[in-house]
């Protein structure tokens, strides 16, 4: 892969990381589909696709797609599932993945008012993962005391514990890259 052909996508999908944190998502998620596609036609490392994919992630959930959001962690929890039954286990990495996705299922069920799925799954999130989910440890502690839990006090959170990776100190617009005029806007 040509150095120039690596920036294209790391570059578009920063030009959506600063869509995002402008509250932009809709535009936010076209640069992360077009740097998805890239990534993906030009046989890029996995870790770009994992990522892209975590960041379309955040803009759903911020926009308030939970069903969207939802529908993928399912979708994800069933492939992990088939994984550690074919294998009979699941690696370190591919526990903390899954913990990690049972907890964003979790998280956006709680947000689209589904208390009891998100119990469970952000149960499960905590036994599967292997190592710390502070979002859902603490979520699952006021849900045991019978807190009120509204989507504002969970993204605050979210925005203490870094639950998000689009931050302010984690994106850089000098490296953004607007998309090729070829492509339909949103």
Known sequence: MSTASLLDHLGIAEAGKVEALAGHHDEALRHYREALRLA???????????????????????????????????????????????????????????GATLERLGVCQLKAGSTTDARASLERAVAVAGSPLPVAEALLG??????????????????????FSVRPDQVDPARATTLPDSLPPA
Not at 65 to 83: F, N
Not at 142 to 163: G, N, S
Request: with cysteine; net charge positive.
């Open 40 to 98: 993906v036609s030009q046989a890029a490392p996995e870790v770009f696709f994992r990522h892209y994919t975590q960041c379309v992630l955040e803009s759903l959930e911020r926009s308030g797609s939970y069903p969207e959001v939802i529908e993928y962690c399912q979708r994800a929890d069933s492939h992990y599932a088939e994984l550690e039954n074919s294998r009979g286990f699941l690696t370190r990495l591919q526990r903390r993945d899954h």
């Open 142 to 163: 006021w849900l045991r005391r019978a807190l009120r839990v509204d989507t504002r006090r969970i993204v605050a959170l979210q925005d203490r514990h870094h639950y």
